[in-house]
């Protein structure tokens, strides 16, 4: 699992900020610098992705498309869960990921006053 806090195409990649995890079905403790976090219950849109690594933006253009036109707005970090291994077909790298983005309805208060 990845969790992503800054969009990569409005950071310098130095910059971007990024935690790596796994799910635990026991009880666990911290040690040596690993952290144990739940994360919180939230909405999220979700979108899953199976394809060449090349067509990843389009996959998250389309999640952003489907939050925007349904009134949604983004409200955390970005989740990736890596569903499989990627696999090298034919020398294209291809991802099996789901997609999910936190998310709230924007109010229409909210939105008069943005516009």
């Given at each position: 699992m990845g969790i992503f806090f800054d969009p990569p195409d409005a950071n310098p990649q130095e910059n971007l900020r990024s935690e790596i995890g796994i799910q635990i079905y026991s009880e666990a403790q911290s040690a040596d610098g690993i952290l144990i976090k739940e994360p919180p219950t939230?909405?999220?849109?979700?979108?899953?992705?199976?394809g060449p690594s090349k067509e990843y933006p389009k996959t998250?253009?389309?999640?952003?498309?489907?939050?925007?036109r349904r009134g949604y707005e983004w409200v955390g970090p970005l989740i990736e869960?890596?569903?499989?291994?990627?696999?090298?077909?034919?020398?294209?790298?291809?991802?099996?990921?789901?997609?999910m983005a936190p998310l709230r309805k924007i109010m229409m208060a909210?939105?008069?006053n943005e516009s």
């Open positions: 939230m909405d999220v849109a979700s979108i899953s992705h199976k998250y253009r389309d999640l952003s498309e489907w939050i925007t869960i890596y569903t499989r291994k990627p696999k090298l077909v034919r020398g294209e790298t291809i991802l099996f990921t789901k997609i909210q939105k008069r």
